[in-house]
């Protein structure tokens, strides 16, 4: 009888095996055991896997590499964690090398977001993207660098992730709606910072900017007379 923890390597790799195996990544990232230019490769690749065998070799090397699936978590039992599948590659990849990134207004969600900020700066404003998903997955991760989550009132905010001479914070924000959608953040932040928060008072603000172009331009027509 073949061992659980040693699965058939021809097994159809789940996301939660691919997010586990990134998690693993980060870690060893965090820790000094990658470069940087190494974790991008392992990472590319863990999402790009299509069974078990192929993501064994990615952390073998490293510390629980070899027990990783069989101390693993699937993916949804905890409350903090997206409880539909997740598609094997993201939606969408915002990078940024030395530079900045930005990602807002009006667009389409997908369920899998990366976030890459290597001594640059990504921002990804959800605050009037359309939802077509119930979960939303960003995954982000900050290397001399700084990645920011912004999300709309209407949704719920869940985040786990960790710092290495950084920050990683994520304001918890639970929806009145049942039914609303679920942003999830997690990832990792060395010696940058990961941060995710719902944008408050923008309804106010744009009330009192109204307030203040039209009083500007009832003062400039009474001017002009």
């Known amino acids: 009888?073949?061992?659980?923890?040693?699965?058939?390597?021809g097994l159809r790799a789940s996301d939660a095996d691919r997010d586990r195996v990134?998690?693993?990544l980060g870690q060893a990232l965090a820790e000094g055991r990658l470069t940087p230019?190494?974790?991008?490769?392992?990472?590319?690749?863990?999402?790009?896997a299509r069974t078990v065998g192929e993501l064994d070799p990615l952390v073998r090397d490293l510390p629980g590499g070899h027990r990783q699936r069989a101390a693993a978590t699937p993916y949804g039992l905890a409350p903090d964690r997206p409880t539909a599948a997740l598609p094997p590659y993201p939606d969408e990849n915002v990078v940024a090398v030395f530079s900045a990134a930005l990602?807002?207004?009006?667009?389409?969600?997908?369920?899998?977001?990366?976030?890459?900020a290597v001594f640059g700066s990504v921002e990804i404003d959800l605050s009037e993207a359309l939802f077509e998903y119930q979960q939303v997955v960003v995954k982000a991760f900050s290397l001399f660098?700084?990645?920011?989550?912004?999300?709309?009132?209407n949704v719920s905010?869940?985040?786990?992730?960790?710092?290495?001479?950084?920050q990683f914070e994520v304001d918890s924000l639970d929806a009145e709606d049942p039914n609303a959608p679920v942003v999830y953040v997690d990832g990792w932040a060395v010696l940058g910072n990961v941060e995710a928060?719902?944008?408050?008072?923008?309804?106010?603000?744009?009330?009192?900017?109204?307030?203040?172009r039209t009083a500007e331009r009832g003062l400039r027509g009474r001017q002009g007379r």
């Open 103 to 116: 990602r807002k207004g009006r667009w389409r969600a997908g369920r899998r977001i990366h976030a890459y």
């Open 145 to 153: 660098g700084h990645v920011e989550v912004t999300v709309p009132e």
């Open 37 to 48: 230019e190494e974790h991008a490769e392992r990472v590319g690749e863990a999402f790009r």
């Open 1 to 9: 009888m073949r061992d659980p923890a040693h699965p058939d390597p």
């Open 22 to 24: 990134a998690d693993l």
């Open 197 to 212: 928060r719902p944008r408050r008072g923008r309804t106010v603000a744009d009330i009192l900017d109204r307030v203040r």
């Open 157 to 166: 905010l869940r985040g786990t992730g960790g710092g290495v001479l950084g």
